[in-house]
């Protein structure tokens, strides 16, 4: 699944094609990310604020090498999205619960945060195709919408398992079955290609935020109580294995 519909003639830019292996990464990355923030806020005992903080830190310097790099270079690019996903998993945990907001509310919030990001992305340069991330302004924005979509994804996820009451296997199934119905109108539709590959991008998160509580809950809570810290350390070998195996290749871009 592509970000875009017709990329035309084109140069390499710093993020990779959007093919099968992207959405392996991703959906590992995504499961990391909240197995990852757990430990640190909550295993370690530091808290929401705190675990934001440290990975928040982490995302932005991550970031700052993304765009300072020359070229696309696959582990950093991974842990950049590692990196939005952990600090995801932890401001959401905070606006959720230390700030009351709740599961609905922050939810909510964080819906229009990313909506408005894909506005102003729009309107600023005309595209949020993935395929038109050719320069430094294109990869802020790119980064800033991924930021808001983890953190949306672990708010949804937590509020369909636990609010909603379908348990982490129940919204795995969900969310799964809703990454299914994409792909199926992705091949059988001619919406935008655009549009649905962000649709899938958003929905990899909360599907990786229940798997990542399937793993490290407990059992009466319906998880398998795996240590968060093997849990990370498993998806983290996981995701360099498959990065390592998979040859990635630079989006086109479109000029």
Not at 157 to 167: H, R
Not at 201 to 208: D, E, M, N
Not at 236 to 245: K, N, Q
Request: glycine share 10%; net charge neutral; with cysteine.
């Amino acid at each position: 699944m592509t970000g875009s519909s017709s990329p035309t003639a084109s140069w390499s830019s710093k993020v990779p094609e959007v093919v099968l292996s992207f959405w392996i990464i991703k959906i590992a990355a995504t499961t990391l990310g909240e197995t990852g923030g757990d430990a640190v806020s909550m295993s370690m005992n530091l808290g929401y604020l705190v675990g934001t903080a440290i990975f928040g830190a982490i995302f932005l310097a991550m970031v700052y090498m993304q765009i300072k790099s020359k070229s696309f270079r696959p582990f950093c690019y991974w842990a950049t999205i590692i990196a939005t996903t952990t600090v995801g998993t932890t401001l959401a945990d905070f606006a959720d619960r230390s700030l009351g907001i709740g599961y609905a509310g922050g939810s909510a919030l964080l819906l229009v945060l990313l909506l408005g990001s894909l506005f102003v992305w729009f309107r600023t340069l005309g595209s949020v195709s993935v395929n038109t991330i050719c320069s430094p302004k294109a990869e802020v924005f790119y980064w800033v919408t991924i930021m808001f979509s983890q953190t949306l994804g672990t708010a949804l996820g937590d509020w369909t398992a636990d609010t909603a009451g379908l348990g982490y296997t129940g919204a795995a199934v969900v969310f799964g079955s809703m990454l299914v119905l994409v792909v199926v109108v992705y091949y059988l539709t001619d919406i935008s290609k655009t549009l649905l590959f962000w649709a899938a991008f958003v929905l990899t998160r909360p599907l990786g935020a229940v798997l990542g509580d399937f793993l490290d809950k407990p059992l009466d809570a319906g998880g398998l109580a795996l240590s968060r810290y093997f849990a990370s350390a498993a998806l983290l070998a996981f995701i360099l294995v498959a990065i390592a195996l998979f040859r990635q290749h630079a989006a086109r871009t479109a000029h």
